[in-house]
């Protein structure tokens, strides 16, 4: 079993930044993909970044060029550095596990969830 933990989350204004860190326990997390998603209300869980066992990161387009996920498997901890953040950004950030290490774009790949950090940000 997997444990995910995040934080780092708050509130912030538009075109400010904050670090998302995701800390695991129960295994080692070098041979696992990691995700985050995101879910504003009434919304879809949605895509925002992964990062395969290789290192490998694909971010999705509405991100791409402002966020940025990164991994320190010495201390199983993945990071989310959010820059120049939008209202549309408002949302809980969820961290994810894919125990394939592949990393894909889709929910249904990643087998482990951390519980959410909510993100606001103001306009």
């Known amino acids: 079993q997997v444990q995910l933990v995040e934080s780092g989350g708050g509130l912030v204004q538009a075109g400010g930044s904050l670090r998302l860190s995701c800390a695991a326990s129960?295994?080692?997390?070098?041979?696992?993909?990691m995700g985050w998603f995101r879910q504003a209300p009434g919304k879809e869980r949605e895509f925002v970044a992964t990062i395969n066992r290789s290192g490998g990161t694909v971010h999705g387009a509405s991100v791409k060029g402002r966020f940025t996920i990164s991994r320190d498997n010495a201390k199983n901890t993945v990071y989310l550095q959010m820059n120049s953040l939008k209202p549309e950004d408002t949302a809980v950030y969820y961290c994810a596990a894919d125990p394939y290490g592949l990393g894909a774009l889709y929910v249904s790949a990643y087998d482990y969830w951390g519980q959410g950090t909510q993100v606001t940000v103001s306009s």
């Open positions: 129960g295994r080692t997390l070098s041979n696992y993909a």
